[in-house]
C-alpha cells in the first residue's frame, strides 16, 4: 500500500515537473525581431531625384564678333582744309582744295562737299548758286568715289567758276566760304575771295590725293 503511494506521489511530481516545462517555454519565447533598416539610395539616385531641366536653349545675345570692311565716316573734328592750288584760264578759275585727316584713326569721304559763299558780315551771298558737277573747265568727269584716308592723307575736290564781267556787271565777292566734308553736318570756314560773275559755283566729288 504504501509502495502505491511512492509511486503515486513520484508520478505526480513527475507530471507536475513536466507541465512546469512546456508552459515556462510557451511563455518565454518571442518571435524574432526583424532588423532595423539602414540602406539609402545610392548618391545618383539621391541626386537625379532633383528635376533637371532639359532641352534648355542658350540665348547667346551677345553679338559675334565681326570684321569691319570698311573705315568710319569722317567727321569735321577729324579733318582740317586749306586750298592747294589754283588754276585760270579763258575767265574761269579754278580752285583745288584738300581735306587732311589729322586725327590717329583712318576714315572715309565720300561724295561732294558743301559750299558756301559768305560776305563780309558772314551772310550768304545772294544770288549765288552752287552746283554739283562731275567736270569743270579744269578736268574731265570725275564719279564719285568712296576715299579711305589713312592718317595724315588727304583727298581732294576742286571749286571753279568764271570771274570775267562786263562794266555793267556787279560781281558778287565772297569774304569767307564754309566748306563741309561730305555727309557731315559741321563746316569749316575759311578766308576766300571768290567772284562768280555768272552766279555759279561748280563743285566736284572729292578723290584722292596720289
Given at each position: 500500500?504504501?509502495?502505491?503511494?511512492?509511486?503515486?506521489?513520484?508520478?505526480?511530481?513527475?507530471?507536475?515537473?513536466?507541465?512546469?516545462?512546456?508552459?515556462?517555454?510557451?511563455?518565454?519565447?518571442?518571435?524574432?525581431?526583424?532588423?532595423?533598416?539602414?540602406?539609402?539610395?545610392?548618391?545618383?539616385?539621391?541626386?537625379?531625384?532633383?528635376?533637371?531641366?532639359?532641352?534648355?536653349?542658350?540665348?547667346?545675345?551677345?553679338?559675334?564678333?565681326?570684321?569691319?570692311?570698311?573705315?568710319?565716316?569722317?567727321?569735321?573734328?577729324?579733318?582740317?582744309?586749306?586750298?592747294?592750288?589754283?588754276?585760270?584760264?579763258?575767265?574761269?578759275?579754278?580752285l583745288t582744295y584738300a581735306f587732311t585727316n589729322n586725327s590717329s584713326s583712318p576714315c572715309t569721304l565720300y561724295g561732294y562737299p558743301g559750299l558756301a559763299l559768305l560776305d563780309a558780315k558772314g551772310q550768304p551771298?545772294?544770288?549765288?548758286?552752287?552746283?554739283?558737277?562731275?567736270?569743270?573747265?579744269?578736268?574731265?568727269?570725275?564719279?564719285?568715289?568712296?576715299?579711305?584716308?589713312?592718317?595724315?592723307?588727304?583727298?581732294?575736290?576742286?571749286?571753279?567758276?568764271?570771274?570775267?564781267?562786263?562794266?555793267?556787271?556787279?560781281?558778287?565777292?565772297?569774304?569767307?566760304?564754309?566748306?563741309?566734308?561730305?555727309?557731315?553736318?559741321?563746316?569749316?570756314?575759311?578766308?576766300?575771295?571768290?567772284?562768280?560773275?555768272?552766279?555759279?559755283?561748280?563743285?566736284?566729288?572729292?578723290?584722292?590725293?596720289?
Amino acid at each position: 500500500m504504501r509502495i502505491l503511494i511512492v509511486e503515486s506521489s513520484m508520478l505526480l511530481l513527475l507530471t507536475v515537473m513536466t507541465t512546469g516545462c512546456v508552459g515556462s517555454d510557451s511563455v518565454t519565447k518571442q518571435p524574432q525581431a526583424l532588423p532595423a533598416t539602414t540602406e539609402q539610395p545610392p548618391k545618383e539616385a539621391v541626386l537625379n531625384s532633383t528635376p533637371t531641366s532639359t532641352g534648355k536653349t542658350t540665348d547667346n545675345s551677345t553679338p559675334q564678333a565681326t570684321i569691319a570692311t570698311n573705315s568710319t565716316r569722317c567727321e569735321t573734328s577729324q579733318l582740317s582744309v586749306r586750298r592747294v592750288s589754283q588754276d585760270a584760264g579763258v575767265g574761269n578759275v579754278g580752285l583745288t582744295y584738300a581735306f587732311t585727316n589729322n586725327s590717329s584713326s583712318p576714315c572715309t569721304l565720300y561724295g561732294y562737299p558743301g559750299l558756301a559763299l559768305l560776305d563780309a558780315k558772314g551772310q550768304p551771298l545772294e544770288g549765288v548758286k552752287v552746283i554739283r558737277s562731275k567736270d569743270t573747265y579744269f578736268s574731265s568727269k570725275q564719279p564719285r568715289q568712296e576715299v579711305t584716308l589713312a592718317p595724315g592723307k588727304q583727298a581732294s575736290f576742286q571749286v571753279a567758276y568764271n570771274h570775267i564781267s562786263s562794266p555793267q556787271d556787279n560781281c558778287p565777292i565772297s569774304s569767307k566760304i564754309e566748306i563741309t566734308p561730305p555727309n557731315a553736318y559741321q563746316h569749316l570756314t575759311l578766308t576766300e575771295e571768290i567772284k562768280p560773275c555768272t552766279g555759279k559755283v561748280r563743285v566736284t566729288p572729292v578723290r584722292a590725293v596720289l
